[in-house]
Nanobody
Framework: QVQLVESGGGVVQAGGSLRLSCAAP????????MGWFRQAPGKEREFVAA????????YYTDSVKGRFTISRYNNKNTVVLQMNSLNAEDTAVYYC???????????????????WGRGAQVTVSS
């Protein structure tokens, strides 16, 4: 079992930035493909970004390309989602996710993850 803990959510004005972090106390994130998903009110959870266990390969949903960046720091056991140029459509609960490291980032986008965090609220005010 992998426990994932998100931090860094909050309220920001449109056009602003936020940085989400995901930690895994007691686990080694290097063993996993990592990703972020989000769920807006009244909508299904959707894929946002994923990164391979090595950090070499990343994958984004079209709506965040050029605005969001996913990174991982295996030596610190942390995954980060830097979110810039935020808009109201980005308002959602953001979930950190982990899948076995053989999982390709594109596969994670479609099939989801093996482990999930509890989520962090991101609210963008216009």
């Amino acid at each position: 079992q992998v426990q994932l803990v998100e931090s860094g959510g909050g309220v920001v004005q449109a056009g602003g930035s936020l940085r989400l972090s995901c930690a895994a106390p007691g686990s080694t994130l290097k063993a996993y493909t990592m990703g972020w998903f989000r769920q807006a009110p009244g909508k299904e959870r959707e894929f946002v970004a994923a990164i391979s266990w090595s950090g070499i390969v990343t994958y984004y949903t079209d709506s965040v390309k050029g605005r969001f960046t996913i990174s991982r720091y295996n030596n610190k056991n942390t995954v980060v989602l830097q979110m810039n140029s935020l808009n109201a459509e980005d308002t959602a609960v953001y979930y950190c996710a982990a899948a076995q490291r053989i999982t390709a980032v594109q596969t994670m986008a479609v099939r989801g993850a093996d482990y999930w965090g509890r989520g962090a609220q991101v609210t963008v005010s216009s």
